[in-house]
């Protein structure tokens, strides 16, 4: 189990650079936590970290986002918040995503639990009573 502190947003971009370095091979990666936990601001700061020149934001109304890395690597941004059913993540072909082999961060992975791939890294980010963040993975 890793354990990444987050004191400030200030902390965000080496928090991402540990996150990155610590996640071995993983490329489809799961982001729990609730609501304004975070997911999206330490998503972005994963793709400032990668090169993404592309606006990073929540895609709460088309549920993905594709961005660009700066190594030409296509990066694929999920938030299940609003789906419904498990078929809608089926239809926008999430199952060719995640087996593509490219970086997928999922928010509100639990709406889609029983379609994760079985290597997917579950990662848990919690606030603290002090306004920190801490991401486990
Ligand atoms: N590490 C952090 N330190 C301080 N504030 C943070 C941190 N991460 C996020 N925040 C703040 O928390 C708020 C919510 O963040 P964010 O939108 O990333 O949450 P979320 O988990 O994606 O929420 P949602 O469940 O609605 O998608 C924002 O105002 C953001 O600036
Ligand atoms: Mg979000």
Redesign the pocket.
Known sequence: MNDIR?E??KE?GEAARLFLDGIGESRVIAFY??????????IKALCDVLGVEDDVN?PTFNIINEYRAENGDAVYHF?F?RIEKVSEAMDIGFEEYVYSGDLCLI??PQNIEQILPVDTLKVQ?SVLDD?C?VVTF
Do not use: Q, V
């Open positions: 987050i400030s947003l965000l936590g609730a609501m304004g936990a975070g997911k999206t601001t330490f929540s938030d918040y928010e509100w980010i306004g963040r």
